[in-house]
């Protein structure tokens, strides 16, 4: 789901589902399930948790502070156990602290 937004054009083409919300014309919601609430939602956390806590984020970590954030909201019903074991089950290998402070060796 997307507003109006030109930078969205031609997402129809790859995306069977995509549908638009015209918020010009001050739609906002189209049956119940068509909106952009909840990935603004989700974009206003990510801001805050970024911004509001780090202050900054370096375009060579965005992608995995986008990860964290995708997880945190993924996985906010669960139950504390349930997102261990999440975290358990993709763990790929041992982070030494070598790794941790100097990841590109």
Known sequence: MTDEQTAY????D?????????HCRKEYVRGGSIHVTNIENFWSLLKRGNFGITNYVSP????????????RNNSREDEDKE????????YEENLSYKNLIN???
């Open 60 to 71: 060579e970590y965005f992608s995995h502070s986008c990860n964290e954030f995708q997880f």
């Open 103 to 105: 990841p590109k060796g």
């Open 9 to 12: 054009n031609g997402l129809n």
């Open 83 to 90: 997102c261990f074991e999440i975290m358990f089950v993709h």
């Open 14 to 22: 790859e995306f069977s589902k995509h549908d638009v919300v015209n």
